[in-house]
């Protein structure tokens, strides 16, 4: 999956900025939910968990494809 990903033109700098992007987005999630009220606060904090779940993985494949450019 990975040399297929590589063979497409993804780099490992894109999965990097998309991991650093998950953990800015995760952030503005996090100060959002703190404005809310009720049940709309915890829709809010599922959301962020939600995404925060997206930078190791995104991480892992930065690797990943760090290792494929490299051979």
């Known amino acids: 999956m990975i040399k297929k990903l590589h063979e497409l033109g993804l780099k490992s700098d894109y999965a ?7 953990v800015g987005l995760t952030y503005v ?12 606060k915890a829709q809010a904090d599922r959301w962020g968990i939600f995404i925060a779940t ?10 990943a494809l760090r290792l494929e450019e490299d051979r």
Request: aromatic content about 18%; glycine content about 10%; charged content about 15%.
């Open 16 to 22: 990097y900025a998309g991991a650093l992007a998950s």
């Open 54 to 63: 997206w930078a190791p993985t995104l991480f892992a494949f930065g690797t």
């Open 29 to 40: 999630s996090y100060l959002t939910s703190r404005a809310k009220k009720g049940s709309d």
